[in-house]
């Protein structure tokens, strides 16, 4: 029987709503709105049924604790630079086989997803996957796109492989869902036959459809186009520019011009170079177009050098002093909405921004205008301490492998040795998850392999507030009853459909919800919903939980469905539709093979 719209019920919904725009056009960040939903649903107490404790539960909540725990885990494994060596030794296999570089690109972020974050592999493997792809002649965006679905199938093989699996485990349990909370490898067996149907996919079809938008390049100039861009000037005698400093004539100006680097009686000198004073016979390396070019030499006193072509050799001139890189706006930066002027990017960083690729699109001009976005892939020229800077700031992502002196290399066994301990524990049921992973964290810093101050580092705080935000929501749907009232309306489709196929309907449901929002808020919303529809349908809710808990493991069809897929989406220079193309039949793929599957292994009714 369908329940009657209630006053609550009206008011749970409309939160819903409210926080399903807010999370699809973010005009503040999904964390601040998980914030707000929670105020929210405590200020409405009398319509919300959301009392202040059970408003701020998210905190406490097992599944928070247990992915801020899983965090440090995973920065343990990575300060010790393990996954890097992995990297080079595959380089080393794969050569320049397009085959091999994507099989081991996706057998080895599938098989780390599934015991580290999936998110964290992914940033740590795409330096790794784009030299890959450099050195073998292969165009990035071959590897990338698969390296980004991978992390997602790779994430459903065990309970800690992604955020989602926790929560949906925290959330099935405090619902009474037989089964929940689920054990480490509860599903690891649907998340073998996903990651072979995946592999196959991607290997087979999705590779033919997985579009080669950056070409091969022998270098990053000729990759980004920057030819025209490029050129070298001399300040000749009596230039007006003579005895000013280089931040006074040319990086404080109007035009749209960058000073690359200055060349002095066979010295080449890079960032910062604002304070040093411009003499006669200086030579400018700049990134500039035409018009202002031909602006600069009639009215500056500079002088074209004849027939020269800057290109990344040019720019590397002595590799010691700098260096050419691609840096991606990491999600959630602090950079986001800033521009490289407001931000101050050359002096905050040492370092110079020749061109900007957002998606297939190129931006040369007026480049400090441009606000920036997540996904923004930045070519940046500067020294390697500067280099080494960027790579450690949480805002960026280095899309080139950099070496790291601070590896703990010899802290490698004791790491592993960690996290298997961890798995091992709440596998054996000796100790829950929750608690294993906290021990594990904290033997991290015991052992030395992290130190203090690092494990504050290492934790996502907006994602641990957008699980502590978005828990109360589950609750008031229950409390409410417009779980219920959802429920009704999908079990309606059981009048025309077996149980197995509104099962997959639950699936496509959520996938759909999970690529234009947030995966973890796709889980609160839609399990309460699929424990209900199953008590109506007298089926095994488990088995539901199971379908959405796995849909929204796997958003292939947006770059904005999962952070893996933005992370990529600057460095392979991809469309919006370049997911729909690649990701829909992959998506369909696994919303056939996760029904069956549940219902080989665990049943429907």
């Known amino acids: 029987m369908v329940l009657s719209l209630t006053p609550g019920v009206i008011v749970v919904f ?120 450099h050195e073998g002649k292969t165009s990035p965006s071959k590897l990338l796109l698969p390296l980004s679905y991978a992390s997602m199938f790779g994430g459903t093989l065990t309970l800690i492989g992604t955020s989602t699996n ?33 592999t196959v996919y991607l290997m087979t079809l999705g590779r033919w459809l997985t579009p080669g938008r950056i070409p091969v390049r022998d270098d990053l100039t000729e990759e980004f186009e920057l030819e025209e861009y490029l050129t070298e000037v001399t300040v000749t005698e009596g230039s007006p ?13 109007d035009l749209d011009v ?31 177009d035409r018009e202002t070019l031909v602006g600069l030499i009639d009215t500056e006193g500079l002088q074209l050098l004849p027939e020269v072509s800057v290109d990344a050799d040019e720019l590397e001139r002595g590799s010691a002093d700098q260096s050419l890189v691609e840096v991606v706006v990491a999600p959630r930066s602090s950079l986001v909405g800033e521009t490289l002027a407001s931000a101050n990017f050359r002096d905050r960083y040492d370092a110079t921004v020749l061109a900007l690729r957002r998606g297939p699109e190129y931006i040369r001009k007026r480049m400090d205008n441009a606000e920036l976005q997540v996904g923004d892939t930045l070519l940046v020229q500067a020294t390697p301490d500067s280099i080494s800077r960027l790579n450690v700031n949480r805002d960026f992502i280095v899309a080139q492998e950099i070496e790291r002196p601070d590896y703990r ?53 907006d994602v641990i507030f957008l699980l502590a935000g978005v828990i109360p929501l589950g609750i008031a749907m229950q409390k409410t009853g417009a779980a219920d009232l959802i429920a009704d309306l999908l079990v309606l489709s059981a009048d025309f459909l077996p149980a197995i196929a ?38 095994n809710a488990f088995a539901f939980v199971l ?39 992959l998506q369909l793929l696994f919303a056939i093979a996760t029904t069956l599957g549940i219902a080989a292994f665990w049943g429907v009714t």
């Open 241 to 253: 520019l003579v005895g000013q400093t280089v931040a006074n004539a040319l990086t404080d100006t």
């Open 409 to 461: 290399e010899s802290k490698i066994p004791l790491a592993v040795g960690i996290v298997g301990a961890v798995v091992a524990v709440a596998a054996l049921d000796v100790l829950p998850i929750m608690v294993s992973a906290l021990a594990g964290a904290l033997v991290m810093v015991v052992t030395g392999v992290l130190e203090p101050p690092e494990v504050y580092d290492a934790v996502e705080w």
């Open 14 to 133: 409309f939160v819903i709503l409210t926080a399903l725009v807010l999370f699809v056009t973010e005009p503040v960040p999904i964390d601040i709105t998980a914030i707000g939903i929670m105020v929210a649903l405590m200020v409405l107490e009398p319509w919300t049924q959301v009392s202040p404790a059970e408003g701020v539960s998210g905190f406490a909540s097992s599944a928070t604790v247990t992915v801020l725990a899983m965090f440090i885990l995973s920065y343990g494994v990575q300060r010790t630079g393990a996954v890097q060596i992995l990297g080079r030794k595959i380089a080393a296999f794969t050569k320049d086989d397009e085959s091999r570089q994507l099989g081991a690109t996706i057998g080895v972020v599938g098989s780390i997803s599934g015991f580290i974050n999936n998110t964290a592999a992914v940033a740590i493997l795409m330096p790794m996957v784009t030299d890959l792809a």
């Open 166 to 198: 926790i929560l949906a485990s925290a959330v099935a349990a405090d619902l009474g869902v037989a089964g929940a909370p689920f054990s480490m490898f509860e599903f690891t067996q649907l998340g073998v036959v996903v990651a072979i149907v995946g």
């Open 547 to 585: 379908a959405v808990t796995f849909a929204a493991s796997t958003a292939f069809m947006t770059p904005v469905g999962y952070q893996t897929n933005l992370f990529v989406y600057g460095p392979g220079g991809y469309k919006f539709t370049d997911y729909i193309r690649v990701g829909a039949p």
């Open 258 to 288: 960058d000073l690359v680097q200055l060349i002095r009686e066979g010295r080449t000198f890079v960032e910062p170079l604002g304070p040093k004073e411009i003499q006669t016979g200086d030579v400018f390396a700049l990134r500039t």
């Open 502 to 539: 509104v099962l997959g309907l639950f699936y496509v449901v959520t996938a759909v919800l999970t690529n234009i929002v947030s995966n973890n808020a796709s889980v609160v919303l839609m399990i309460p919903v699929a424990v209900q529809a199953a008590a109506q349908l007298d089926a």
